[in-house]
């Protein structure tokens, strides 16, 4: 493909003509810092609900075939003298409970309390303990694994592409994760050992979507072939890329958030926190790169520019 | 004009992987281990501590401890026990479809370390004086069973007895399993459950090398007391730190709903990219098929165990494999746009979409060996799954779409049908 190919038709549907991301992009910015903001309030004042995977104590599924009361369960509980958490009922018909104790029992207990349940709501339930060393290990090493990643991840945009890019995807993907903290936080979602998965999945697809833009600017610049300067300059290969980008970015978020989405009507209960988790960053990952990552950018970059620009000035003044 | 030849390899292609994924659906699926989360069963987190202080808790303490529960996982008849060893002081063991939970977790933390008290509480033989492997259970005349054992040397058996004999009238020889510092033969008496095993009188020296534990054993106690001793006792002692149990009727409800919410998220991503994409759909609708053939083959060839993030991880892989074909097809449509011809916009637009699939993929690899690396249990199932997926992908929905439209295209039978990638003829450059 040449540069005439590109000057003369548009590689994208006509109706993106109206869109114009960088016109808009204080509006993204502040609606994303506004964001940020309200996430570490609710960090400050409801924390996180940690499950039990990153605390200690004990949690236990009870499954029924009929719909349960939490007042049946409560009831059950504090007649093995254990004091409940209030009850938690999920299932398509409410037929499963799932209860926490904040001590952790041992394998007697454990045996007890199975074979009650069992007699009662006529299924054997799930049950775990975590001791709290195991579990405050467990938040270390999800940590590590999610700084280490982002690690790799900007050295590896940083080669194929640039730095400033490098920075703003990992930039767009903190954001990402943040969300996703954010929207645990405020609807005091239990966050369990799978979360974490949940987090690094869509920093995978969050620096997926942003790359593919990424590709599409550097591409746009190369058959530019003319030098960049201002913003206006940037912001028109932008919102081309962006433009021609948008049918691939929306159609992939659709195809994965098809089986999320089926996943979180149909799936287990079990990973019902981790669809909540992916459901979120999916959304918020197609919009941190199409209305941040990229403006994001295109400002940085100019910013640079200019105080390259200025520096050589002043560089250069004294021999003038 | 139309070719026939890369048309009927085309169908010859699909005929022979549609006969080879057929005949390897059932082998795949017979095969699949599956993790305790889908089938029911326990996981249990040990930490290792000392057995006697100054006991150094190295790497050769954790392979002896990890054997020792091998043999006794043996005893307990598993088919698909996982043991590691995780921050090189801690077991996780995983029982997928083990029945009795209880007995599994008596049967793996006790030490079993067997031995022979005096009511003073005395050590007078322990298990490193019996015969390795000579445990066996017999039955009284009353038809109880007992445990019979064999002692390296009678002598010293003859030596204990004396003395025992001599306490008259506490002249029991007291016999523990796993007696711990701060237990008493006196305590334990006067309770209604004792925790040593039995106290047998001894009232006359005895010169043999055949020692029997009657105790009020049931037969399974007597086969499991007989099991542990021939396993040998265990070199550490182990304390829960996390266990987890999963009934079985969760773990199968689980599969179930998982499977059913993932067979309709492929339908659904096929109707999709049918719709959106015509022809180079149907390709990518083909390659997806192939792709989880190919993923599920690679994952029971690696032995690993399905876990429900797997499942997941495994539909979200789906997810990204039909990424590369969108990528790549959204660059086969602009080229058409531009009025190339089918044939050279299937070349450009395959040849231009590869370093973005390129880079995409390899993002998403790195997060995924991370979490394998640094991720534990339920983690790394997820993560592998995840690696597999992205690695295929590159195999079936790059190069796999790309034979398989290739033959199409290069039959002839798509030329001036760009309506098959689902560009209208208004929207190419230079139509009216």
């Known amino acids: ?320 | 004009m139309v070719k026939k030849g890369p048309i009927f390899s085309f169908f010859a292609l699909l005929i022979v992987l549609g006969i080879i994924i057929a005949f390897s659906v059932k082998p795949i699926i017979h095969n699949v281990n599956l993790g305790l989360d889908l089938k029911g069963g326990f996981e249990v987190l040990y930490q290792v501590k000392p057995l006697k202080s100054g006991q150094k808790i190295d790497s050769e303490a954790m392979s002896n401890a990890v054997a020792s529960i091998n043999k006794r996982i043996n005893v307990l008849g598993v088919s698909e026990p996982n043991i590691s060893i995780e921050n090189g002081n801690r077991i996780r063991v995983q029982l997928p479809g083990v029945k009795n939970e209880q007995r599994a977790r008596e049967l793996l933390s006790t030490t079993a370390k067997l031995e022979f008290r005096d009511y003073k509480d005395r050590l007078m033989m322990d298990g490193s004086d019996l015969v390795p492997g000579k445990a066996k259970v017999a039955f009284d005349d009353m038809n109880k069973p007992k445990v019979t054992l064999q002692l390296k040397d009678p002598s010293k058996f003859a030596s204990v007895t004396k003395k025992i004999t001599s306490y008259y009238p506490n002249n029991m020889l007291v016999i523990w399993m796993d007696y711990q510092k701060g237990d008493s033969y006196e305590k334990e008496a006067a309770k209604n459950k004792h925790k040593f095993i039995s106290a047998p009188s001894v009232s006359q020296e005895l010169n043999t090398a055949d020692v029997e534990i009657s105790g009020n054993f049931t037969v399974q106690e007597a086969n499991d007391l007989k099991d542990l001793l021939n396993s040998g006792s265990l070199p550490v002692r182990l304390v829960e730190t996390y266990s987890t149990s999963v009934g079985a009727q969760f773990g199968q409800d689980s599969m179930k709903e998982t499977i059913y919410a993932g067979a309709i998220a492929v339908a659904a991503i096929m109707l999709f990219m049918l719709l959106f994409y015509r022809l180079g759909g149907l390709i990518a609708s083909l390659t997806l098929v192939i792709y989880m053939a190919v993923v599920m083959g690679v994952f029971v060839g690696m032995q690993a165990v399905l876990t429900l993030p797997g499942i997941a991880a495994m539909i979200l892989g789906i997810g990204m494999a039909v990424d590369a074909n969108i990528i790549t097809l959204e660059r086969i449509k602009d080229e058409l746009r531009g009025g190339k011809t089918v044939l050279s916009a299937f070349k450009a637009g395959n040849k231009r979409s590869l370093p973005t699939v390129v880079d995409a993929n390899l993002t998403t690899i790195i997060a995924a060996a991370v979490l394998f690396i640094l991720g534990v249990s339920a983690v790394k199932g997820f993560a592998v799954m995840l690696l597999i997926s992205n690695v295929v992908t590159f195999v079936t929905s790059v190069y796999g779409a790309r034979i398989l439209l290739g033959l199409l295209v290069h039959s002839h039978a798509l030329d001036n049908h760009p309506w098959l990638f689902g560009v209208k003829r208004s929207d190419i450059r230079g139509s009216k």
């Not at chain 1, 979360?195 to 942003?210: E, K, M, P």
Request: charged share 20%; proline share 2%.
């Open chain 1, 1 to 320: 493909m040449d540069q005439n190919d590109k000057m003369n038709y548009k590689h994208y549907n006509k109706f993106y003509d109206h869109l114009d991301f960088m016109k808009q992009r204080n509006l993204f910015f502040t609606i994303s810092a506004a964001l940020i903001i309200l996430g570490i309030v609710s960090l400050f004042i409801f924390k996180l609900n940690l499950g039990i995977d990153f605390s200690s104590g004990t949690r236990v599924d009870v499954q029924s075939t009929q719909p349960i009361s939490v007042e049946k369960v409560d009831k059950a509980f504090r007649a093995m003298n254990y004091d409940p958490e209030r009850p938690v009922l999920s299932g398509t018909h409410n037929n499963i409970a799932t209860v926490r104790l904040n001590k952790e029992l041992n394998h007697n207990q454990i045996a007890e309390l199975k074979s009650k349940i069992k007699d009662q709501f006529g299924s054997e339930p799930n049950v775990s303990t975590v001791s709290p060393q195991v579990g405050r290990d467990l938040a270390k090493n999800g940590l590590y694994a999610l700084i280490i990643a982002s690690v790799f991840i900007i050295i590896y945009v940083w080669v194929r592409f640039e730095f400033l890019q490098g920075l703003t995807a990992v930039l767009a993907l903190i954001h990402d994760a943040f969300f996703i903290v954010t929207v645990f936080s405020l609807l005091h979602i239990e966050v369990d050992i799978l979360f974490i998965s949940a987090i690094l999945t869509i920093i995978g697809y969050s620096i997926n979507d942003t790359i593919v833009t990424f590709d599409r600017v550097r591409e746009n610049i190369k058959m530019s072939r003319k030098r960049l300067y201002t913003i206006e300059e940037f912001g028109d290969i932008v919102n081309l890329s962006i433009r021609e980008t948008l049918t691939r970015s929306l159609n992939t978020v659709i195809t994965v958030l098809i089986p999320v989405v089926l996943l979180l009507i149909f799936g287990s209960e079990s990973i019902r926190t981790f669809t909540i988790a992916l459901f979120v960053g999916l959304l918020c990952g197609v919009y941190s790169s199409i209305c941040i990552a990229c403006p994001l950018w295109a400002v940085l970059k100019v910013n640079y520019l200019k105080r390259r620009k200025r520096r050589r000035t002043v560089s250069t003044q004294p021999q003038n």
